[in-house]
């Protein structure tokens, strides 16, 4: 079953601690993303990851960083938490990047207190 | 740079009505448009694509037609179900190797009985 596996599915932490998002894919895409998603701001882009240590910030990438040493998992790191990174978090992949439509996983609900 | 605009935040509608959101965009390059679709707490999905001007695409009792003189790409279904409340994303690929789909901030249907 092709999928996209997110973990944790909930997640809560305080200000100042460290996060680890994690996802993976078993469809072999090159091309993984990052993004998160708040009321009235739609999916917004933190990072894409091209293949294995290739990766690149997206629109909203301070705060954030990414490792992926695996094609078939991607890991996104808050360092120092901040209440304004609570939201949901989603992971999806692709087989390409032009014109591919994307598998998402089922997000992670991260709030930071 | 590529833009996708969403124009209704928010749609209510009573079983049995026909349904359209409206999905436009721009870009300078060759567009390839998508519809996903998101349940509460769920991941998004794909919808429906396309990338052919002037032919209707349908799924699920979704259809859409590309127009890109007009340069839209709505979302249409002759009779919402109350499984069809959801939030639904056009997003555009057009390109941009480098940032993958361009999504709009997405419209919320909310179906009554």
């Known amino acids: 079953d092709m999928k996209v596996t997110q973990m944790p599915r909930y997640l809560i932490k305080r200000m100042g601690e460290n996060v680890l998002l994690e996802c993976g894919q078993d469809m072999s895409h090159e091309t993984m993303y990052w993004y998160r998603q708040d009321p009235g701001l739609g999916l917004q882009l933190i990072y894409i990851s091209y293949d294995v240590d290739s990766n690149s910030e997206g629109d909203i990438p301070k705060g954030y960083r990414v490792s992926r040493k695996k094609r078939e998992h991607f890991s996104l790191i808050l360092d120092s938490a901040k209440t304004n990174q609570t939201s949901v978090y989603f992971c999806a992949s692709s087989f390409g990047i032009a014109n591919s439509d994307y598998t998402f996983g089922s997000g992670t609900r991260l709030l930071v207190i | 740079g590529d833009s996708v605009t969403q124009t209704e935040g928010l749609v209510t509608l009573t079983k049995g009505l026909p349904v359209m959101l409206n999905c436009t965009y721009q870009t300078t390059y060759s567009p390839f448009l998508f519809w996903y679709v998101q349940h509460l707490n769920e991941a998004p999905k794909l919808l429906l694509k396309s990338s052919t001007d002037n032919k209707r695409t349908e799924h699920q009792g979704f259809y859409a037609t590309l127009h890109k003189s007009s340069s839209s790409f709505h979302l249409q279904k002759s009779s919402v179900q109350l499984s069809d409340s959801a939030l639904y994303f056009c997003?555009?690929?057009?390109?941009?190797?480098?940032?993958?789909?361009?999504f709009g901030l997405g419209t919320r249907v909310s179906v009554f009985p």
């Open positions: 997003a555009l690929s057009a390109n941009n190797y480098a940032q993958g789909l361009t």
